[in-house]
């Protein structure tokens, strides 16, 4: 399983940005998908993630009411919609999948906000 996490860039604060995460395989092969990120100097956090068959959701509390999970499985694709921005957003933003017992990992993607 391979993952490809595109969409980062630089942003004002108060913007916007999508990220994308899209698997090699069948979508429906796959248990949850997640975002994670991960800012200079500081630890992986979990951001996001969703189950693939169900409709549960995860925020982290940081982020809840201003990022949104959305899903397009005719594309075998995760998006993060990241809206209200803030400086302390800016980190490398990973996605894994998780299949059966395996977590695969994607390479990360950049989110730069500028205050």
């Known amino acids: 399983v391979q993952l490809q996490a595109s969409g980062g860039g630089l942003v004002q604060s108060g913007g916007s940005l999508r990220l994308s995460c899209t698997v090699s395989?069948?979508?429906?092969?796959?248990?949850?998908v997640n975002w994670h990120r991960q800012a200079p100097g500081k630890q992986r956090e979990l951001v996001a993630g969703l189950v693939i068959a169900g409709s549960p959701t995860h925020y982290a509390d940081s982020v809840k009411g201003r990022f949104t999970l959305l899903r397009d499985y005719t594309k075998n694709t995760i998006y993060l919609q990241m809206n209200s921005l803030r400086p302390e957003d800016t980190a490398v933003y990973f996605c894994?999948?998780?299949?059966?017992?395996?977590?695969?990992w994607g390479q990360g993607t950049q989110v730069t906000v500028s205050s």
């Open positions: 395989v069948d979508i429906w092969s796959i248990n949850g």
């Open positions: 894994n999948a998780n299949q059966d017992h395996n977590a695969f």
